[in-house]
């Protein structure tokens, strides 16, 4: 086995002086007083012309300070009575990359911070003012968002550190007068802070008393395919913007402008949604001299607003061919196969084709059955759709109403004497195939009495003692019995409260009500609007 052997020669005195200047860390040999005996390669040059230990400390045994701007740490080891070895180490690198470690850190808590903050909102304007606040704390003195011109103005949200939000807008003078701002704006990559002109922006830009710009950094806000803006960081003179420090601005801003193109694309879709939505629900009743209206619709899904309910009503209308005949009064309640918005959709066909068919046919039957063509589809015959249907001419006080049903429920009639009716009109599912079978019933409503269409699913709602038990036609017939004298808003907001209690918050079909009375002789004072439409 080969090892260390013990020497009892020790070793020639320019030998050890060579290891010792070998050795990287800087090595002295004092005497008892601190008097330097022998110093290495690395302590001559870490400490030129030293003499004596106490030339740069009076600490026994170890320290720690600063020396022509080092950081220097020392320990001393006895090696006999009367010599010790002093070891000092420089301190720069380690607390360099100590330090640098200490601010990626921070950089990346911001970043993190940032991206929870961003991501919390879907909310354009609380986005941009997050963006603002975080670079105005973080990255700079005063930070601006600058968002994407429109109709040749440019609007922007600022922030200085410790001030509060600040909007406004730009030129596209102004705008083009902000070295690099053009540029970010149309999503080119940013320009190093040292080489742009902080003196060539406008006064405007910075609020009053922000002072002399030292550095300026203006950097794209990345978007979903196109930017989604500018961000422009600015500090007092006499800062400036480091190299990290610009790539941190740069992550940032990238991270922000994901933020605001996901809130916009959201704000649009929430818009456009709003509007398709406007379009597709129970629409406002109009008012029609001598009757009351009054609508209802619970859509199935307590998170939408849409379904394939729906009821309309159209008043008397002059027609527009020269000898033609009046659209008369009508009123109308279908449902359509399915739920949600695909049922909302097809829904809103039916009206719509509807509200044009009636300019050129008003009677039910003939109606019904060109409706039923214009909604046959051979690629899906899932898609169809049940309604009662009722043109109505005014006679005096009286109403003479024809009412026609392609699968529906027969509506109800509330006479003013108390007594409960159905209506004898039945037919086939429309939009299946061809041709349907129309059976029309003819009526009078006299002062008082009030028409019923509702849909199937008021009384094939499931609940009571046990929650499965249907609502059933018989407790509906009773319930219609019970609204004797009301007026027609108190009868539907009746039947709906009934229909509530009795699901108790379980789930149910979309329902639909529309309730069309002639009001009673003589004054009557309601509550409500008697023309109403509450969905829910």
Known sequence: MTGLRNVSTPPPTHLLHAVLDATAEAVLLCDDHGAVLLANAAARRLLPGLTAIGEITDEPEAFDLELHGRPLRGRRQPVDESHSVWTVHDCTDELARTAAIAREKERTAFLAEASRRLSASLHRGRCVRTTVELAAAHLADAAVVVLPPSRHRTEWVRAVTGSRFETGAMSERDAESVPGLVEALAGFPPVPSRWLDQTQVPASLLPDGFGEIGALLVTPLPGNGVPAGALIL???????????????????????????????????????????????????????????????????????????????????????????????????????????????????????????????????????????????????????????????????????????????????????????????????????????????????????????????????????????????????????????????????????????????????????????????????????????????
């Open 234 to 536: 600015a500090r007092r003179a006499p800062g400036t913007f480091a190299e990290e420090e610009e790539l941190q601005a740069r992550i940032f801003a990238a991270r922000a402008g994901g933020a605001i193109s996901a809130a916009s694309l959201y704000q649009e879709q929430v818009e456009t949604t709003a509007i398709l939505q406007a379009d597709l629900l129970p629409p406002e009743l109009p008012r029609i001299d001598g009757l009351e209206l009054a609508g209802a619709y619970r859509p199935a899904q307590d998170a939408a607003r849409i379904g394939g309910d729906f009821y309309d009503a159209f008043p008397r209308t002059p027609s527009f061919l020269p000898g033609g005949e009046d659209a008369e009064t009508m009123v109308v309640l279908g449902d359509v196969c399915g739920k949600g918005p695909k049922a909302a959709v097809l829904a809103g066909k039916v009206r719509q084709t509807l509200r044009a068919l009636r300019l050129l046919e008003g009677r039910p039957e003939p109606l019904l059955r060109v409706l039923n063509q214009a909604l046959i589809d051979p690629r899906d015959r899932s898609r169809f759709v049940t309604l009662a249907l009722a043109t109505l001419v005014r006679e005096d006080d009286s109403w003479q109403v024809t009412v026609a049903a392609g699968g529906h429920p027969p509506p109800l009639i509330l006479r003013a004497g108390g007594g409960v009716e159905e209506v004898a009109a039945k037919g086939t599912l429309i939009g299946v195939s061809g041709p349907i079978r129309v059976d029309t019933a003819d009526l009078t409503l006299g002062p008082g009495d009030l028409l019923l269409l509702y849909s199937d699913g008021i009384f094939e709602a499931r609940g009571g003692v046990g929650g499965r038990e249907a609502y059933g036609e018989e407790r509906l017939a009773d319930a219609v019995a019970s609204c004797h004298g009301m007026p027609a808003y108190a009868v539907v907001e009746r039947l709906e409260q009934l229909v509530s209690d009795w699901i108790h918050g379980a789930a149910h079909d979309d329902i639909a009500l529309l309730a069309v009375r002639v009001p009673s002789r003589g004054p009557e004072q309601p509550l409500h609007p008697v023309n109403s439409r509450r969905p829910r």
